[in-house]
């Protein structure tokens, strides 16, 4: 009786062990990776397996076939997963577009450069700081620097209206337009006819455009305007005899410059840059017009502005009521924007920035295993048929490696810490159809 029971021992043994398939392959040495190990000890023998198993079988040919699992410890995946799905959570979130920037005039003249480089690119795309939303992003920018703008020129029209220079100017302006008619017959009468319509065209204004005088508002817009001119002239040379006269030409030619250089303060582009670089600044179309409400003062006016949706009659009192208006055109631009545009934009990646978060926090490897295969022919060498590595998370399919990758599996497997492009292939595989 006792000698059954060693003869079943040794059988139990026998079928315990590694069948002699598995330990050809186990003792057989890659001498091009690695000399020193036997396949057995090196595959046997790695930090990154929770657990290794080997097992022999026939295939559908008839033929030998060993097989080696290693089955991975889950935090390195699970790692990965959250590491890989936090960053592209964390990419997105740079992608989302401010709606409350403030674009500055040098934001806004990189971007008409921008928009001159692209000028032939059919769909452009125009730069908000470091974000990108479609080309009606164009009109939202083009809104935020006018209104930049135009809170510049309140801040200027203000100091100005408050300058001694401005008091003086509105009171030789009233005596000059008081006493239109004994002005120009005393000019008349003066030595040097020839001077004459120049200096009343300079005074007044040129009958075919009267802003061109004196006493409009574009000579506050115009560098130098006086410079030089007949006023000056007459001013210094005290050609006219009305000496009272004089002197308030000479003043109101003073007070304009010091108005312009109150308007050049606020300003932060040069006005004489060329006209293919000048960019909007406070020398426009709509400055001018609040200038000119601000030289008129407080009565009611009407005033017919050319808009989008056709011209339009508004009735006004002064130069804030004008900027008031102007101003709501471009918020309503820019609100305009933010609504059909830059709120669809930002939700669109906020919704895919949550879903990332989600998955982060609830996808986890269900399994993750390595096998690799070799066939046995006769007495020759254990020949490699396949490494690959598949992948499951729980609640998805599995994902298996680029078989064409088998000769790198292999090699990497020798690696007792293999963490690296062929171990994480395909986690990332999975991540990208998740991810799409």
Not at 152 to 179: D, G, H, P, T, V
Not at 246 to 273: C, G, H, N, P, W
């Amino acid at each position: 009786m006792k000698k059954i029971t060693i003869v079943l021992s040794v059988l139990i043994l026998t079928a315990c062990g590694d069948s002699s398939q598995v330990k050809q392959v186990k003792d057989y040495v890659y001498d091009n990776i690695d000399s020193t190990l036997t396949v057995g000890n090196a595959l046997d023998n790695r930090n990154i397996c929770n657990k290794t198993k080997w097992d022999s079988y026939k295939d559908e040919r008839d033929r030998n076939i060993v097989e080696y699992t290693c089955e991975f410890k889950k935090d390195h995946p699970n790692q990965f997963l959250k590491l890989t799905f936090s960053g592209m959570a964390g990419n997105l979130k740079t992608m989302l577009v401010d709606k409350n920037i403030n674009i500055t005039l040098d934001d806004y003249l990189k971007f008409k450069e921008e928009e001159r480089r692209y000028k032939n690119v059919k769909y452009p795309h125009y730069t908000v700081y470091k974000n990108y939303i479609d080309a009606k992003a164009k009109s939202y920018i083009e809104a935020k620097a006018k209104l930049f703008i135009y809170d510049k020129l309140k801040k200027a029209l203000l100091e100005i209206e408050k300058s001694n220079a401005f008091a003086r100017y509105q009171e030789n302006r009233k005596y000059f337009l008081s006493n239109k008619a004994i002005i120009i017959k005393e000019i008349e009468e003066m030595e040097e006819s020839y001077l004459v319509s120049y200096l009343v065209d300079d005074i007044y204004g040129h009958d075919d455009d009267p802003t061109t005088g004196i006493l409009s508002c574009n000579p506050f817009f115009v560098f130098s305007y006086f410079h030089g001119s007949t006023i000056h002239i007459h001013a210094k040379n005290g050609s006219l005899s009305n000496k009272d006269l004089a002197k308030r030409i000479k003043q109101i030619e003073e007070d304009v410059t010091s108005i312009q250089k109150i308007l050049f303060k606020y300003d932060d582009f040069s006005f004489y840059m060329q006209p293919s670089y000048k960019s909007v600044n406070l020398y426009n179309d709509d400055s001018r017009l609040a200038f000119e409400y601000l030289l008129q003062g407080n009565s009611t006016k009407n005033i017919t502005l050319n808009t989008k949706d056709g011209k339009k009659t508004l009735s006004v009192k002064n130069y804030q009521e004008i900027l008031a208006y102007i101003e709501g055109i471009e918020n309503g631009i820019i609100k305009n924007v933010i609504e059909r545009v830059i709120d669809p934009y930002n939700q669109n990646i906020t919704n895919t920035i949550n879903q990332f978060e989600k998955r982060t926090k609830d996808i986890k490897t269900e399994s993750y295993q390595q096998k690799i295969k070799w066939v046995l022919i006769g007495e020759r060498n254990p020949s490699l048929m396949s490494c690959e590595l598949e992948f499951k998370a729980d609640g998805y399919p599995p994902v298996k490696s680029d078989s064409s990758m088998s000769s790198s599996c292999f090699r990497n497997a020798y690696k007792s810490n293999y963490v690296d492009q062929i171990y994480n292939q395909p986690i990332m595989s999975f991540i990208n159809k998740v991810a799409n």
